[in-house]
């Protein structure tokens, strides 16, 4: 790998596993929703600083496969949140060059949070400032299973020869297609764990766990961990040569 490659600097692509609104909101005595509404505000201070950070991608993950768990109120108020943020964010977002689009299972979500998901995609489709991606009703099996699930169709339809199946064709098949893959995974509140974020894309990504509830992590001590980051160094399997 060329040596330019290894050089440390900074994370084009930032995942980010938003954890610990619901600790956030119990801590004070109020309900986990009021904890959910404040991390969406968070969601918005850090967008608004990402390209400034020297960002290019920045993927979220909201909602994760086995968030259903949870009960019928919250996930409830939680898609109600998801549409406000794209109801609210709508202008904000296109006018600042922000390319807005999710990874996961749509066909779960209510019909019009699908609806105002495709409307926004094919809003800021023609931006390139920050490539925010959401992920909602997420999780990395359930990518990779509907991604083989595709393969199987293609191979099945013609159009693929079992052959031809490698990691590039797998990739395109995943919902991240066309996004690199992340740099940096970096998740809030103290866990210590992926929780099924982007299994297959973050083979090689460095991760920084943190434990600032998601509430209360600001653009500055984003500032930190990428200047952590930057002096990490990036081996990819390889030897340092120079
Ligand atoms: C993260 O905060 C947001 C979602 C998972 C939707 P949590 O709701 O998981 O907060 P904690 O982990 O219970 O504090
Ligand atoms: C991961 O957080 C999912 C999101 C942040 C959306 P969880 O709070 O759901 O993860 P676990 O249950 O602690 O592993
Ligand atoms: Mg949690």
Redesign the pocket.
Known sequence: MAAKDITPGTPAHVAI???GNGRWATSRGWPRLVGHRRGAERVRAIVKAAPGLGIRYLTI????T??WKRSTEEVIGLMSIFARYIENEAERLSTAGVRLRFIGGREKLDPKLQRLMAGIEERTAGNDVLHLTVAINYGGRDEIARAARRVAEDVAAGTLAPEAVDEEAFAARLDTAGLPDPDLVIRTSG?T?I?NYLLWQSAYAEYEFTPTLWPDFTPGELADILDRFARRERRYGGVITA
């Open positions: 596993i938003m954890d993950y909201a909602f994760s086995e968030n866990e764990r929780s």
